[in-house]
């Protein structure tokens, strides 16, 4: 069984961000995540990236999980942010990006975040509950 994700969007591409928007979906080369809000999910998204915490980062690097590549990312803050949270302190992020099929995270057609079961494990030992989840019917990639 395989699981699409919908994870907590909490922001956006920050100044600094190095995209080619010609194609689409867009390819960030580099990617600054601009907080405007932050309600604690490890898995967040911002069209087409998804990025984790450096605690989930961690994990999926000590694990057996295939597919994928992990890189440290730059995180800025909204002045909304500043006003809606004054006291939070924002982890390290890193962007998750997919390989393809054949591993444990890949693309759906739809450009949602697919995972394995191996990597929805995982991922229930972490913070994910504004991610949305459906299960992946058998004959949709």
Not at 39 to 50: A, M
Request: hydrophobic share 40%; glycine share 8%; proline share 7%.
């Amino acid at each position: 069984m395989s699981y699409v994700l919908e994870p907590e969007v909490a922001g956006g591409w920050g100044p600094g961000t190095d995209a080619d928007t010609s194609v689409h979906p867009p390819l960030v080369r580099r990617l600054v995540y601009q907080f405007e809000d932050w309600l604690g999910d490890d898995l967040l998204e911002t069209f087409p990236c998804f990025v984790v915490t450096t605690r989930l980062a961690e994990a999926i690097r000590k694990s057996q999980l295939t597919g994928y590549s992990l890189e440290p990312i730059a995180i800025t803050t909204s002045e909304q942010f500043v006003e809606r949270n004054p006291r939070c302190s924002l982890p390290d992020f890193h962007i998750l990006r997919s390989h393809g099929d054949g591993g444990d995270f890949w693309i759906g057609e739809d450009y949602r975040l697919v995972v394995s079961d191996a990597a929805f494990d995982l991922l229930g030992n972490f913070s994910l509950k504004h991610c949305m989840v459906d299960k992946l019917p058998p004959d949709v990639k």
